[in-house]
């Protein structure tokens, strides 16, 4: 019976203690993505599903690095969107409605990567204000119209917690201050970069393969 108590103990502690309790994540079946070895990415513009109108352009300025980092060449984001917009595409929506095989004769990239922003900006409840930020991708086959690969990242700006002083007054200021500098500049950018290096770098769990310019491509 003691047993019992202390092992249902662990599983309802408060949720940042109950990591242990969770159930591991499934490993990521990466077939078709070994099978394709893609050389080459072409980032769409980001669907942006907040309501913020700026987070599209502030995701999108930085997810070229980590891919780089990760060993792909990444076509330039201002050369891919002047193509668009060249060809009559603005709308992130209708952009990533192209057809795949049209994008590889576009563009000549092996894989284009759908990012969809779904949290970008400050949030405000009475002892804090928070910057969120989240976004999915995908990367696709352009020759095969395969999925090669999908994942998710969030980020904040308050994932230290908020272990300042004052008491309730204090975390009351602190959250108006937060709010007013979230309002009068792009507090939410430098988020999304940690968003953005979390969802496409390469080496993290179920996340993206080293491609062919890492010194860690193919490695088990």
């Keep these: 019976m003691l047993n019992r108590i202390l092992k249902l103990a662990v599983c309802v502690v408060p949720a940042a203690l109950i990591v242990g309790c969770a159930t591991p994540k499934a490993p990521y079946d990466y077939t078709a993505f070994k099978a394709a070895k893609p050389r080459s990415i072409v980032v769409l513009p980001p669907l942006n599903n907040s309501p913020e109108v700026n987070a599209g352009n502030s995701f999108y300025a930085q997810v070229t690095y980590p891919l780089a980092e990760a060993g792909y060449y990444v076509l330039p984001v201002a050369l891919v969107g002047e193509t668009f917009k060249q060809n009559g595409l603005t709308s992130a929506a209708d952009i990533h409605a192209v057809d795949a095989k049209k994008l590889n004769e576009i563009f000549g990239a092996d894989a284009a990567m759908y990012v969809t922003i779904t949290n970008y900006g400050a949030s405000y409840n009475v002892l804090n204000s928070v910057v969120l930020v989240t976004a999915n991708a995908k990367l696709v086959d352009l020759k095969t119209g395969k999925l090669l690969w999908s994942g998710t990242a969030s980020a904040s700006n308050n994932e230290g917690g908020n272990s300042g002083g004052g008491g309730l007054i204090g975390a009351l200021v602190a959250a108006a201050v937060k709010q ?36 860690n491509y193919l490695k088990p």
């Design 180 to 215: 007013i500098i979230a309002s009068t500049t792009d507090a939410s950018h430098p988020v999304a970069g940690v968003a953005s290096a979390r969802l496409l770098s390469a080496g993290t769990p179920n996340g993206m393969l080293y491609g062919p310019r890492s010194e």
